[in-house]
């Protein structure tokens, strides 16, 4: 009988030269099977805003180094006016009051929550229980985070153009001809914007988030010294 001895390594392990050359090759593949999951968020996000403003995008395109996009505004302005107002008219004052009306719906009662004990449970096994609950009293802040229609942070950067606006208007920082069409615009610059660099983010492998991904992906799996996978299960390998 022969005995053969091999060495195995997990993905951390690998000698460095081997783990680059393992990231540069799946480095396009991480960033599409994780976008796949995150670009579910911004595409529900997106939804709920054109459903909120009738403002759409169409024909829209996001990847690796660029985006497209087409706003379609509605012929006239959502919003308890005299009289019927177009995008472009919607203005100064006009503008003021739509984003008023705008953050009035859709803003929550400040957020509270805390963990209780409880009976430990399938569904609880810390034998802790998660209370939230939002405030009848004091309303949930409009910067450095807002999420009023998913809850997840592709919320904040499409609501953020508005929630500016709203708190700056009186400040002077705007022209008066600055309209809703405007606004809209930017809207969907910023979060289009936003889309684009969480791609640009994983196919540059900024801060070795790539090799990150691959490190909990190829947690249950083991190498060769060469970087080829292991053609078997760890406990087989041990």
């Known amino acids: 009988m022969k005995e053969v001895k091999v060495k195995l390594y997990k993905f951390e392990e690998l000698p460095d030269k081997v783990r680059q ?6 480095s396009f593949k ?11 968020e911004f595409v529900e996000t997106l939804k709920h805003f054109e459903s909120a403003t009738e403002f759409s ?8 180094g660029g985006n497209s996009y087409r706003v379609d505004s509605p012929d006239f302005v959502m919003g308890t006016y005299d009289y019927p107002i177009s995008p472009e008219d919607c203005k100064g004052k006009l503008l003021f009051r739509w984003c008023l009306h705008f953050i009035e719906y859709h803003r929550k009662g400040k957020y509270y929550g805390k963990l209780v004990h ?3 449970s399938k569904e609880h096994p810390a034998s802790l229980r998660h209370v939230k609950r939002h405030s009848k009293v004091f309303a949930e802040p409009i910067v450095g985070g ?13 609501v953020e153009p508005i929630a500016y606006f709203y708190l700056n208007y009186h400040r002077g920082k705007f022209s008066e001809n600055y309209s809703l069409k405007d606004l809209m615009e930017d809207c969907f610059l910023k979060f289009f914007s936003e889309w684009q660099s969480d791609y640009d983010y994983y196919g540059d492998d900024e801060d070795g988030c790539i090799e990150r991904e691959l490190i909990e992906m190829y947690s249950d799996e083991l190498f060769y010294e060469n970087g080829k996978k292991f053609n078997g299960v760890y406990e087989e390998a041990v």
């Open 146 to 158: 807002w999420c009023p229609f998913t809850g997840v942070s592709t919320d904040c950067s499409i």
């Open 21 to 26: 050359e393992i990231v540069e090759k799946e």
């Open 30 to 40: 991480v960033m599409d099977d994780v976008m796949t999951d995150l670009s579910s």
């Open 57 to 64: 995008a169409k024909n829209w395109e996001v990847g690796y």
């Open 118 to 120: 409880c009976e430990k």
